[in-house]
């Protein structure tokens, strides 16, 4: 079982650059594989970024790719997402999620190989 908490969501200036946060619970962390997901007023919730769960592999939506850097810190049961030259499209809710179980790869693009979510942090971006 893991609780996921985000935090670091902002208001921000196009251009600008903000760093989420995601703090989790549990002795387990380091064997769950973390994802970041966003969802826009009247959109479904896409993929951003994910990282696997020993920390050697990410995925990126083609949208963020070469802005957006995932991150994880075992030590501190946080995982990261380091967001630069932010634009108004990137305007959402953010949502860290953990994989179903430990040690699954899974879909790391897919929302549905994630079992545990938190409530969301509010990103806005102005142009």
């Known amino acids: 079982q893991v609780e996921v908490v985000e935090s670091g969501g902002g208001l921000v200036q196009a251009g600008g650059s903000l760093r989420l946060s995601c703090a989790a619970s549990?002795?387990?962390?380091?064997?769950?594989?973390m994802g970041w997901f966003r969802q826009a007023p009247g959109k479904e919730r896409e993929f951003a970024a994910a990282?696997?769960?020993?920390?050697?592999?990410?995925n990126y939506a083609n949208s963020v790719k070469g802005r957006f850097t995932i991150s994880r810190d075992n030590a501190k049961n946080t995982v990261y997402l380091q967001m630069n030259s932010l634009k108004p499209e990137d305007t959402a809710v953010y949502y860290c999620?953990?994989?179903?179980?430990?040690?699954?790869?899974?879909?790391?693009?897919?929302?549905?190989?994630?079992?545990?979510w938190g409530q969301g942090t509010q990103v806005t971006v102005s142009s």
């Open positions: 999620a953990a994989a179903k179980r430990q040690y699954y790869s899974g879909n790391p693009y897919s929302r549905y190989d994630y079992g545990y």
């Open positions: 549990g002795r387990t962390f380091s064997s769950y594989a």
């Open positions: 990282i696997s769960w020993g920390g050697g592999s990410t």
